[in-house]
DNA sequence: TTAGTGATATATCGGAGCGATATATAGTTG
DNA sequence: CAACTATATATCGCTCCGATATATCACTAA
């Protein structure tokens, strides 16, 4: 039975409590929504697969009035997540709007490419604040590989908000041939 | 009227030469599909609306029997691709399921969670070995843009490939906890 | 007290993107 | 000349994502 990446997304997140969809949405969206995100139009139908394939058990627990329902990982959903892990990793995508305008850049003026750079450099720094809020929370659970792609995310941000300056600088550079000081 | 970045792929791949649909795929799949890939699915259907905005323009250039269209950028075009290019970039996604198994590695053993990292490991100098033989190409063409942007994604997967590395060898260090040499 | 706001909870829709495939013709090579 | 690869256009199904709709609940400010 052949499963999406984000199927296993949602067994991850429920292996240690069950949750609701709306607790599984609330979790991506503060850890692996960097590097892989779920929308509701996700987690609910395939919380309904999973629960009809029985990896995972869904039980009515409604607050007050309203209806609400959290679902456990089951012995076979444990099984198939671990399954998952040992297979090689396949799925690897980018799509950065900022290095396809620099990559199109000669279509400007040398001083405007340069803010292209300087865009990517302000969204990349603002990530990086975001990233590195999260750290002492991810500290507190004491979760050693969210920390550790964590960590990693805040190192690569920084790599590339590093790798900005440098080519503005390069850019900057040269580009006294056009009216030179 | 509202554009995809997608739409602006074509306007840039057309804007030195007029060329048709296969080829503009092509240029894509040899250079930015890395950071924004397009399918035949969208550069086609995106060529005809193009066209009726003005931005592009058709030609058949039939080559024997085949029927072929080769689209030229419009003035209009040029203009809007330079109107986006100064438009602060929006989009920027990753998806990396590598990333999200080492994020739950934690149901593994230790020992496998490591193949985690040695498979990402071997993804990234799979794709180094791709990007290092475009180079050559680029420098040929003289773009200085494509050229910064491939050394870019080039530096980035190096630094990918290290970092995964350093968190190998961080995993097989204080695993010594369990059966101590 | 009640109106408003924000969090919890589930569900669905449209659009975009992507892989795969279908259909042809043209050129190349064993 | 048969088989294969490259050129060229088109379409289908699927996933994904953002936005939105519909409720209920908790809290708070007028």
Known sequence: MELSSTAYVILGMIRRQPRSGYE????????????????????????????EAGLVEGVDEPRGERRRTVYAITEA???????????????????????????????LP???????????????????EQLQELEPKVIAKDAPFPLMVLRGGIE?????????????TQLLGPARKERSS
């Open 24 to 51: 599984i949405k609330a979790l991506v969206d503060g850890s692996t929504r960097f590097f892989w995100a779920a929308s509701y139009g996700q987690i609910y139908p395939e919380l309904k697969r999973l629960s």
């Open 77 to 107: 959903g444990e099984q198939a997540l671990r399954d998952w892990l040992r297979r090689p990793p396949q799925t690897y995508e980018m799509r950065d709007e900022g290095l396809l305008k620099l990559f199109f850049a000669e279509a």
């Open 110 to 128: 040398p001083r405007e490419a340069v803010e292209v750079l300087r865009s990517m450099r302000r969204h990349r720094l603002a990530d990086l």
């Open 156 to 168: 690569f941000t920084q790599w590339f908000a590093g790798w900005c300056e440098r080519m503005e």
